[in-house]
Structures are given as structure tokens and as C-alpha cells.
């Protein structure tokens, strides 16, 4: 079983960065493949960005391919998310998300099949 804790949300200007961090507790972090959404006051949680067990296969959603990086380090048990050119429209709760998964190079963007959620890290972009 996996607990995820997210770290790295804030307040920053519009165009500048944020980088966030989800660290997972479990022993067995390679065979999950790992996703990061967010949502909005008064919105449906989005899908923000996703990677395959190995990290080798990423998707983004439209509204932050070419700003944001996903990545992530089995070895620490740990995804990434670099958000660049940030936007007032970025701002939401932020919530890192995993899911067991048999097949090695799947990325997963439905949140619905996600079974393991962390708490959520504000980020908050000004205009």
C-alpha cells in the first residue's frame, strides 16, 4: 500500500516556476505508474501529467504541454513535477496519485483508476 505525501506548492508570479515533489512510502514503488492532477475552486479534478512505471513514457494534458515535466526516480520512490511559465490558470490543489500497474510503459490519465491520492499542495500563480 502506498502513501503518498506531496511538497513544493506556493505562491509564485506568473511566469515564473514551481517544482513539485511526491515521495511514496511503499517498497515497491517501481510497479506503480504515477500521475499528478489538480483542481480548482468550483471545478472537476483535471489531469495534469502522468508516467509509466519505468518513466518511460509520459502525457500531459493540453493546457500544460511544453510548460510542465514529469518525471520519476524509482530508486528514491519519488515523481516529479516542473512547472514552467506558469499562469494565473495554474493555480489549483495539486495532488500527486498512483496506481498499481502490470504493464510496464502504460500511463494511466483517468483519475478515476487511480487507487492511492495524497493530501494535496496548493500552488498559487498571481497575475
Known amino acids: 500500500q502506498e502513501q503518498l505525501v506531496e511538497s513544493g506548492g506556493g505562491l509564485v508570479q506568473a511566469g515564473g516556476s514551481l517544482r513539485l515533489s511526491c515521495a511514496a512510502s511503499g517498497r515497491a514503488f517501481g510497479v506503480y505508474a504515477m500521475g499528478w492532477f489538480r483542481q480548482a475552486p468550483g471545478k472537476e479534478r483535471e489531469f495534469v501529467s502522468a508516467v509509466s512505471r519505468t518513466g518511460g513514457n509520459t502525457a500531459y494534458g493540453d493546457s500544460v504541454k511544453g510548460r510542465f515535466t514529469i518525471s520519476r526516480d524509482n530508486a528514491k520512490n519519488t515523481v516529479t513535477l516542473e512547472m514552467n511559465m506558469l499562469r494565473p490558470e495554474d493555480t489549483a490543489v495539486y495532488y500527486c496519485?498512483?496506481?498499481?500497474?502490470?504493464?510496464?510503459?502504460?500511463?494511466?490519465?483517468?483519475?478515476?483508476?487511480?487507487?492511492?491520492w495524497g493530501q494535496g499542495t496548493q500552488v498559487t500563480v498571481s497575475s
Open positions: 496519485a498512483a496506481v498499481l500497474s502490470p504493464i510496464r510503459n502504460r500511463v494511466v490519465i483517468n483519475h478515476a483508476e487511480y487507487n492511492y
